[in-house]
């Protein structure tokens, strides 16, 4: 079992940057490839960024890329996105991740745990 909490969310104009946080607890951290996705009001799920057990590769969504960086510390039990340049459209409730297996995957599904969820709002 792990838990994932996430945090650094909140109201941005846009342009600016926000750094989200995800800090895991119980099994090894280390044991997980981690994502983040968004959701925003009446869309689906959306795959934003995926980072390697090792933290060795990445994928990032066509959507933000340049914009959005994943990375991880695994001493710290602790998976970050990065956002710099945001716009509107970037206004979701952000969600990280965990998955078992030893590729990076954008598919939710393929996920076993989630957080809770922290919003962030970019306005015009």
């Known amino acids: 079992q792990v838990q994932l909490v996430e945090s650094g969310g909140g109201l941005v104009q846009a342009g600016g940057s926000l750094r989200l946080s995800c800090a895991a607890s119980g099994r090894s951290f280390s044991m997980y490839a981690m994502g983040w996705f968004r959701q925003a009001p009446g869309k689906e799920r959306e795959f934003v960024a995926a980072?390697?057990?090792?933290?060795?590769?990445?994928l990032i969504a066509d959507s933000v890329k340049g914009r959005f960086t994943i990375s991880r510390d695994n001493a710290k039990n602790t998976v970050y996105l990065q956002m710099m340049s945001l716009k509107p459209e970037d206004t979701a409730v952000y969600y990280c991740?965990?998955?078992?297996?030893?590729?990076?995957?954008?598919?939710?599904?393929?996920?076993?745990?989630w957080g809770q969820g922290t919003q962030v709002t970019v306005s015009s």
């Open positions: 991740a965990a998955e078992s297996g030893i590729i990076v995957v954008k598919d939710p599904l393929k996920y076993d745990y």
């Open positions: 980072i390697l057990r090792s933290g060795s590769k990445t």
